[in-house]
Structure formats: C-alpha cells, structure tokens
C-alpha cells in the first residue's frame, strides 16, 4: 500500500487523499475490494416512507439540492467508467428514487454502452415502473428491484404516508417480469408493531413465482426515522415465522459477499433473503462504495461524511486523477459500522439514506 499523503480540503467536504497511480484494484484497509458501486440519481422521492424520508422532515420546507448541483448523466458515466478500471463490477442506480430522475431510462443506455460488461441494476418503489419497465429493459438494464413492505393495502398506504395503493406496485412488479427483468427482487424492510406481521403473507404470495423476496432489518440509517432497536425483527425471527408455515433450508451464498443471506423453500417454491445489517453485521465483506446526487463518495452506508468528488470532475482533473483519489480513498477504507453500531449510534448525525442512495 502506498504512502497517504492528504490534500487540501475542499470546502464542505472531507479531504481527498491523494493518490499515488490508479493502477491495479484497490483494497480497503481490511483487504476488501470495490466491487459494487451504487449511484443515487436524485435525492427526491415521491413517498414519505415513515422509516426513511418521514413527511415531519421532508415537507414543503426541505430544500433538495439545486439542479446544478446534481451530478448530469455525463459525468455519472464518467465516474462509472473510472470505477470499473478500479475493478468495479457492479452498478446499482438508485435515490430518492430514480424513476424520477427525467430521461432515467437515457442514462441506462449510455451505461450499457460505457461499460458494457457491468451488471447494472437499479432500486426502485415500484410507482413509475409499469410505463418505464420496457424502455428500461430496452435501454440495457439487467435487473430490478422492488420495494414494497406490505401486501396488505391499509398498511402499505400508511408506510408509504401517500396512501399509494399496493395494487400499482403488483402491476408494475408484472409489468417488469414480462419486460424480461428477472429475477426480479422484491425488498421489504420489517418494522416491528408496523408491518411485522405481514412477513408470512409476503412469503406466501411470492412462493413459486420466482420472484425473490428479501426481508430487511428496519436500520439506524440517517437521523430522521427515530429508530430504536425494539422495533427491528432480527432476521432470525422473520425466517423462523415462515418456516413455521413454509419449510425452509439455507441456500448458501452465490458469491463472496453477497449482502442477503439466502434460504430456499425445501418443497422447491423458490427462495427468500434476509437482509441482517443489525443483527449480524456483514462490514468483513463489504465491497460497496455509493456516490450521492451531488457527487460524494461514501464508503460506508453510516459514514457521516462524503469526499467532494464532483469537485473534482468539475475542476478539470483527468480520469487519472480521481481514479488515483478514488483509490487512495478506498486503501485508506475501514470502516466496519454495523460491527461498532451501539457506540456509533450514540455518537449522533448520520447521513440520510435519501441522499446516499440506499
Ligand atoms: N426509492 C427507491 C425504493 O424505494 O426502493 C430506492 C431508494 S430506497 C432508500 C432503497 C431501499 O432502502 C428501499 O428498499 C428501502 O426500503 C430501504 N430502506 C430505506 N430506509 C431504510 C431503513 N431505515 N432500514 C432498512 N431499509 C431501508
């Protein structure tokens, strides 16, 4: 690893190290590598989901970021190529939600052809879907996720604080598998007293439809959502529930690092995931970097703080350079928050999931 020598800080953001070369894959300081890289595309959303933009704080008042500030599609595919000559396989567009970004679907197409090889996928709520899905497909998008914590309509349009209808978001789900989008991945993030008992209906309307569902530890990310861990159901739980009606047998992981952990139906109906990054901690093999709407780096979903890179993109740096200064970012890499939640947790603001891309 070579020598870190610390750059003058840009304002408002943490100072960029600067780099030696680019050359060769990075490792973190635990030896992880940058695999996966999520983009969030916009900082708006048009739900108020209780548990990551509540309406108490995202109302009228909150100011998104300025047009001007929001990375264009050109330098989105800039940084995207710069990643993947840092060993960077995978691409995940997400937000605020990325549907809403104007011209989503154009961003798709000049990312298949600036890095082809990469697997791109993107997360979404699932409201724009049906009339995007096909052009998103088209455009050269792998893969999708969707995000629905309840089929159960009440509970969903209470989650969702805009009263939007399950219904919409099962036709869009449809409307995506028949576009080719599969498999196609289906979040639910499990809330203790809210949705919790949801889980087994989740699971039983999924089954057999080759549609994955994965249950979410409800997470301490941002400072809005008022967490506490009484409302988190350890993924334990949740498994333990649909096993009760739905035999389960784990699955085994299908790559190192594979974020959810994975159990199949034992009379052959498909799979779940669970998602334990309360719980059960999975920093050790993390290989994700996110890039917020106005191009900070972030090495950590809890990191406070990210590195100004579209200062750089702006300022007139070579592609050499900020892959060096992404590099020196990433050797520099060690954090492991989840492993340290409890003391972190106490220590106040962390960035929201808005912004960061979830
Ligand atoms: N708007 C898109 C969506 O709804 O999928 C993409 C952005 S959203 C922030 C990405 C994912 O993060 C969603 O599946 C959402 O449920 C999840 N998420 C947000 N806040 C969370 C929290 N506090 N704990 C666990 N998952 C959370």
Not at 25 to 37: E, N, S
Not at 172 to 181: R, T
Request: net charge neutral; charged share 25%.
């Amino acid at each position: 690893m070579g020598k870190t020598v610390i750059a003058l800080a840009p304002a408002g953001s943490l100072p960029i190290p600067a780099g030696s070369a680019a050359a060769g894959v990075p490792r973190d300081a635990l030896g992880r590598v940058l695999r996966d890289l999520r983009v969030s595309v916009t900082d708006r959303c048009n739900f108020r989901c209780t548990y990551c933009m509540p309406k108490e704080v995202f109302d009228a008042s909150h100011e998104f970021l300025p047009h001007g500030e929001i990375l264009t599609f050109e330098e989105i595919v800039r940084m995207a190529r710069i990643f993947r000559s840092l060993g960077t396989e995978k691409i995940r567009l997400t937000g605020g939600e990325p549907l809403l970004r104007r011209g989503i679907e154009r961003l798709v197409a000049m990312l298949r052809e600036a890095v082809p090889a990469i697997d791109l996928t993107l997360t979404t709520n699932g409201s724009a879907l049906k009339a995007k899905a096909r052009a998103l497909r088209d455009a050269g998008l792998d893969r999708i996720t969707v995000s629905l914590d309840s089929l159960d309509d009440a509970t969903f349009r209470a989650m969702n604080d805009v009263d939007f209808p399950v219904a919409r978001v099962l036709e869009a789900i449809d409307e995506a598998a028949a576009a080719g989008l599969d498999p196609i991945k289906v979040n639910m993030v499990v809330k203790r007293g809210v949705n919790d008992d949801q889980v087994v209906d989740m699971a039983r309307h999924f089954r057999g439809t080759g549609r994955i569902v994965r249950f979410i530890e409800y997470m301490d990310v941002g400072s809005t959502n008022g967490w506490r861990m009484d409302d988190v159901i350890a993924s334990a739980e949740t498994v333990r529930r649909i096993a009760q009606h739905f035999p389960l047998e784990p699955a085994g992981a299908r790559y190192s690092g594979e974020v959810a952990e994975r159990w199949r139906y034992v009379d052959g109906a498909g799979e779940i995931g669970v998602i334990s990054s309360v719980t059960q901690a999975f920093c050790s093999t993390c290989t994700r970097a996110r890039l917020s709407t106005d191009g900070e780096l972030y090495t950590c979903l809890f990191a406070p703080r990210g590195y100004d890179l579209k200062r750089m993109l702006r300022s007139g740096a070579d592609d050499a350079a900020i892959a060096g200064a992404i590099s020196a970012i990433w050797r520099q890499r060690s954090d492991r928050y989840s492993e340290i939640r409890t003391a972190e947790t106490a220590r106040g603001r962390k960035v929201e999931m808005s912004y960061i891309g979830g």
